[in-house]
């Protein structure tokens, strides 16, 4: 039985594992225009104008990485199922299924996948009324960038285990997927080492976009790369390193996939495609630094898997 485990309703939230967890619910709450819902000793939880208790969850560590990734599903009995389908499939699970012990409550299972990444199915997670829409301010996280050692193997996983869709390739660079009819909820990126390359957080118009640019810049905080907007998904993008070093993307104007219409298609890495406007210019080798981060060991440092594959 080759099902994928559950049907990824969309991308709920990220924690990003930080070496300046403090520092940097600063600027996330100050300067980028989240706002803190919790803060603890070693972390905190922030929120976009969206309905998702959390978009982003900073807990202090050692060394940057990735905390986990987490989608809805929708319903306690499908993360059930799930769980059910990963033992099947000998998927490791780290935590659930069960009531999460977390402050967004629901009913999750967490798994890892084949580069130590922890994603969490997440159901009947807590409500929260959504935020006016009128500030230059993120509705949410829409994307998460990952790079990785195997793109192939990435792919293959994230599409037969949780049934996403490949909407674009950038040649055998960047692979861009799907869970529902945002262009891509996740990208992959072939690199040297498994490490997250960024996190990007959806502004609703391009008038929301530019202006939170501008705000970042009277704070005294100019775009790594951008503005500009991309071919694959035909999104703006402005990235930005967060204080810890971490790459942050403000974005809008995600393409929207119709199932029955949308055909998969290669993209060349050139400029005219990759910085549609022109606006941007090729990546600094700056920029390039920051998304590539650090080899993050993920879930093979954080649990006893009882293998290491
Ligand atoms: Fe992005």
Redesign the pocket.
């Known amino acids: 039985m080759n099902q994928p485990i559950a049907r990824l309703r969309c991308l709920r939230s990220v924690e990003l594992r930080t070496q300046a967890s403090v520092e940097s619910t600063d600027f996330y709450s100050e300067v980028w225009g989240l706002r803190v819902v919790e803060q603890g000793t070693d972390g905190a939880w922030l929120r976009g104008t969206g309905e998702h208790h959390h978009a982003l969850q900073l807990t202090q560590a050692e060394r940057n990485g990735l905390g986990r990734i987490t989608f809805a599903v929708a319903t306690p009995a499908e993360v059930d199922e799930a769980a059910r389908r990963l033992e099947l499939r000998g998927v490791p699970i780290v935590s659930g299924p069960g009531p999460v012990d977390d402050l967004g409550g629901g009913y999750g299972v967490s798994l890892v996948d084949p580069e130590g990444r922890v994603v969490e199915l997440l159901a009947d997670a807590l409500a929260v009324p959504k935020l006016g829409r009128e500030d230059a301010v993120p509705v949410g996280v829409t ?1 998460v ?1 990952l790079n990785t050692v195997d793109i192939d193997a990435a792919v293959t996983f994230y599409c037969d285990v949780l049934g996403m869709r490949v909407s674009d390739w950038s040649e055998h660079q960047m692979a861009f997927l799907r869970c529902n009819t945002d262009h891509h909820s996740i990208a992959f990126n072939q690199a040297e080492w498994t490490s997250v390359n ?1 996190v ?1 957080y959806e502004m609703p118009t391009v008038d929301h976009f530019m202006r939170g640019i501008g705000r970042l810049r009277q704070h005294g905080t100019v775009p790594l790369w951008g503005p500009g907007k991309h071919g694959p998904g035909d999104n703006t ?1 402005s990235y930005f390193a967060d204080p810890a070093g971490l790459v942050c ?1 403000y ?1 809008s104007g995600i393409a929207q996939v119709d199932e029955d219409r949308w055909l998969c298609k290669v993209w060349r890495r050139v400029p005219e495609l990759s910085d549609l406007w022109g606006t941007a210019g090729p990546p600094s080798e700056q920029v390039r630094d920051h998304m590539a981060g650090i080899p993050d060991p993920g879930a093979f440092e954080r649990f006893d898997l009882g293998r290491a594959s």
């Open positions: 994307h960038v960024h990007a993008f993307e974005t």
